[in-house]
Nanobody
Framework: QVQLVESGGGLVQAGGSLRLSCIIS????????MGWFRQAPGKEREFAAA????????YIANSMEGRFTISRDNAKNMVYLQMNSLKPEDTAVYYC????????????????????WGQGTQVTVSS
Protein backbone atom coordinates (compact mmCIF):
# COMPACT_ATOMS: atom_id res chain seq x y z
CA GLN A 1 0.00 0.00 0.00
CA VAL A 2 1.13 3.53 -0.73
CA GLN A 3 1.70 5.70 2.30
CA LEU A 4 2.75 9.33 2.50
CA VAL A 5 4.05 11.05 5.60
CA GLU A 6 4.76 14.78 5.71
CA SER A 7 7.09 16.52 8.11
CA GLY A 8 8.89 19.81 8.52
CA GLY A 9 6.05 22.10 9.46
CA GLY A 10 6.24 24.51 12.33
CA LEU A 11 6.01 28.09 13.49
CA VAL A 12 8.11 30.70 11.70
CA GLN A 13 8.16 34.46 11.45
CA ALA A 14 7.18 36.26 8.28
CA GLY A 15 10.06 36.24 5.83
CA GLY A 16 11.40 32.97 7.12
CA SER A 17 11.78 29.62 5.39
CA LEU A 18 10.70 26.04 5.88
CA ARG A 19 11.32 22.85 3.96
CA LEU A 20 8.56 20.30 4.04
CA SER A 21 9.40 16.66 3.40
CA CYS A 22 7.21 13.83 2.19
CA ILE A 23 8.35 10.23 2.60
CA ILE A 24 6.67 7.81 0.22
CA SER A 25 6.45 4.09 0.82
CA UNK A 26 4.99 1.44 -1.45
CA UNK A 27 5.68 3.30 -4.69
CA UNK A 28 8.61 4.97 -6.40
CA UNK A 29 8.46 8.73 -6.75
CA UNK A 30 10.15 8.36 -10.13
CA UNK A 31 6.95 6.83 -11.52
CA UNK A 32 4.49 8.86 -9.50
CA UNK A 33 3.11 12.31 -9.99
CA MET A 34 3.50 14.19 -6.73
CA GLY A 35 1.83 17.30 -5.47
CA TRP A 36 1.59 19.62 -2.52
CA PHE A 37 -1.69 21.19 -1.45
CA ARG A 38 -2.62 23.39 1.45
CA GLN A 39 -5.75 24.28 3.35
CA ALA A 40 -6.08 27.32 5.55
CA PRO A 41 -8.76 27.61 8.24
CA GLY A 42 -12.12 28.34 6.64
CA LYS A 43 -10.67 28.10 3.14
CA GLU A 44 -10.86 25.60 0.31
CA ARG A 45 -7.99 23.26 -0.39
CA GLU A 46 -5.50 25.01 -2.62
CA PHE A 47 -2.92 23.70 -5.07
CA ALA A 48 0.64 24.62 -4.21
CA ALA A 49 3.06 22.62 -6.37
CA ALA A 50 3.43 19.47 -8.45
CA UNK A 51 6.17 17.44 -10.10
CA UNK A 52 5.56 15.05 -12.99
CA UNK A 53 6.44 11.38 -12.84
CA UNK A 54 8.75 11.09 -15.84
CA UNK A 55 10.39 14.34 -16.82
CA UNK A 56 10.14 15.71 -13.27
CA UNK A 57 8.75 18.96 -14.61
CA UNK A 58 7.59 21.23 -11.84
CA TYR A 59 4.60 23.50 -11.51
CA ILE A 60 3.98 26.11 -8.85
CA ALA A 61 0.80 27.96 -8.04
CA ASN A 62 0.90 31.50 -9.37
CA SER A 63 0.67 33.06 -5.92
CA MET A 64 3.62 31.00 -4.70
CA GLU A 65 5.87 31.06 -7.76
CA GLY A 66 9.22 32.56 -6.96
CA ARG A 67 8.91 31.62 -3.30
CA PHE A 68 8.11 27.89 -3.32
CA THR A 69 10.02 25.09 -5.01
CA ILE A 70 9.10 21.43 -5.34
CA SER A 71 11.76 18.78 -5.81
CA ARG A 72 12.29 15.08 -5.35
CA ASP A 73 15.08 12.73 -4.37
CA ASN A 74 14.66 9.44 -6.19
CA ALA A 75 17.27 7.65 -4.07
CA LYS A 76 15.54 8.64 -0.83
CA ASN A 77 12.07 8.30 -2.36
CA MET A 78 11.14 11.70 -0.98
CA VAL A 79 9.51 14.87 -2.21
CA TYR A 80 10.19 18.31 -0.81
CA LEU A 81 8.54 21.68 -0.75
CA GLN A 82 10.98 24.49 -0.08
CA MET A 83 9.13 27.58 1.13
CA ASN A 84 10.93 30.91 1.27
CA SER A 85 9.80 34.43 2.08
CA LEU A 86 6.88 33.06 4.01
CA LYS A 87 3.88 35.27 4.63
CA PRO A 88 1.13 35.03 7.25
CA GLU A 89 -1.29 34.05 4.48
CA ASP A 90 0.81 30.93 3.90
CA THR A 91 -0.45 29.60 7.23
CA ALA A 92 -2.20 26.32 6.49
CA VAL A 93 -2.04 22.58 6.79
CA TYR A 94 0.14 21.32 3.96
CA TYR A 95 -0.57 17.94 2.39
CA CYS A 96 1.55 15.72 0.20
CA UNK A 97 -0.34 13.79 -2.48
CA UNK A 98 0.44 11.11 -5.07
CA UNK A 99 -1.14 10.42 -8.45
CA UNK A 100 -0.75 6.97 -9.97
CA UNK A 101 -2.00 8.00 -13.41
CA UNK A 102 -0.67 10.27 -16.11
CA UNK A 103 -2.58 13.51 -15.56
CA UNK A 104 -1.92 16.64 -17.52
CA UNK A 105 -0.65 19.80 -15.90
CA UNK A 106 -4.20 21.03 -15.44
CA UNK A 107 -5.26 17.84 -13.70
CA UNK A 108 -2.21 17.92 -11.46
CA UNK A 109 -3.51 21.20 -10.11
CA UNK A 110 -6.69 19.48 -8.92
CA UNK A 111 -6.76 17.44 -5.76
CA UNK A 112 -9.41 15.20 -7.30
CA UNK A 113 -6.80 13.46 -9.43
CA UNK A 114 -4.56 12.32 -6.62
CA UNK A 115 -4.97 8.84 -5.22
CA UNK A 116 -3.06 9.03 -1.96
CA TRP A 117 -2.67 11.72 0.67
CA GLY A 118 -0.55 12.26 3.72
CA GLN A 119 -1.83 13.34 7.09
CA GLY A 120 -0.70 16.92 6.67
CA THR A 121 1.76 19.13 8.50
CA GLN A 122 0.91 22.48 10.05
CA VAL A 123 2.71 25.60 8.88
CA THR A 124 2.12 28.75 10.89
CA VAL A 125 3.66 32.06 9.86
CA SER A 126 3.53 34.85 12.40
CA SER A 127 3.55 38.53 11.55
Amino acid sequence: QVQLVESGGGLVQAGGSLRLSCIISGRSVSRTGMGWFRQAPGKEREFAAAITRNEANTYIANSMEGRFTISRDNAKNMVYLQMNSLKPEDTAVYYCAASTGYPSENYLRSGSYYDYWGQGTQVTVSS
